[in-house]
């Protein structure tokens, strides 16, 4: 069965602090997409990154980073320095690419940054 | 600009009163669906569909109608709403590797 997990429900910080939101994720394909979202209290879904099964390179744009690693099924999601402007939820999703185009979301992970 | 707009975007209603949520992309998209998003439950798939007149039931279909007459839109229909569908609504439209969500519609059942 596919399944993403989100253990962490909130996460409180520190400003400048750094903070890493852990995605476990489980699969029977071989190729996949996972995806980050952050959900800011407006309520809109904002796209992070994307990531593919095959590309297991870890990615870093400004302060954050994308730490996947397919032997522990994990696409950890790290905030460096955080902000205020960091609070929010953020989700993450896998897609499998075997032609229903399915996305099953993790229930996500509330952070609070305090100034 | 690529885009999947959704109307409206707040609704509040009496249970039994049928609604229709909009749902419109405009990037030539075969691939489109709803989701609802509930505290601690995260985002749950209600209907897609894969192409005009092609729809299938997603994990909690039960209480939604959808229909796809054209590609660009997909609308979402209550027919006789219930307090428990109480909640955020997305829209997405999809290319293999990326999907694009609407704004979402809060809509509230009395």
């Known amino acids: 069965a596919q399944k993403v997990t989100q253990a962490q429900t909130e996460i409180s910080v520190v400003e400048k602090e750094d903070v890493t939101l852990d995605c476990v994720y489980e699969t029977r394909d071989t190729t996949y997409y996972l995806f980050w979202y952050k959900q800011p209290p407006s309520g809109e879904l904002v796209f992070l990154i994307r990531?593919?099964?095959?590309?297991?390179q870890n990615e870093i744009s400004g302060r954050y980073s994308w730490n996947f690693q397919k032997s522990t099924s994990s696409f950890n999601f790290t905030i460096t320095a955080s902000q205020v402007v960091d609070s929010a939820v953020y989700f993450c999703a896998l897609s499998e690419t075997s032609g229903t185009y399915k996305y099953i979301f993790g229930t996500g992970t509330r952070l609070k940054v305090l100034a | 600009e690529a885009q999947v707009t959704q109307n409206p975007r707040y609704l509040i209603t009496v249970t039994g009163k049928k609604l229709t949520v909009t749902c419109s992309q405009n990037?030539?998209?075969?691939?489109m669906s709803w989701y609802r998003q509930d505290p601690g439950l995260g985002l749950r798939q209600i209907y897609y569909s894969m192409n005009v007149e092609v729809t299938d039931k997603g994990d909690v279909p039960e209480g939604y109608k959808v229909s796809r007459k054209e590609k660009r839109n997909f609308p979402l229909i209550l027919e006789s709403p219930s307090p428990n569908q109480t909640s955020l609504y997305f829209c997405a439209s999809s290319s293999r590797t990326s999907r694009f969500f609407g704004p979402g519609t809060r809509l509230t059942v009395l």
């Open positions: 990531r593919n099964s095959f590309d297991e």
């Open positions: 990037m030539n998209h075969e691939y």
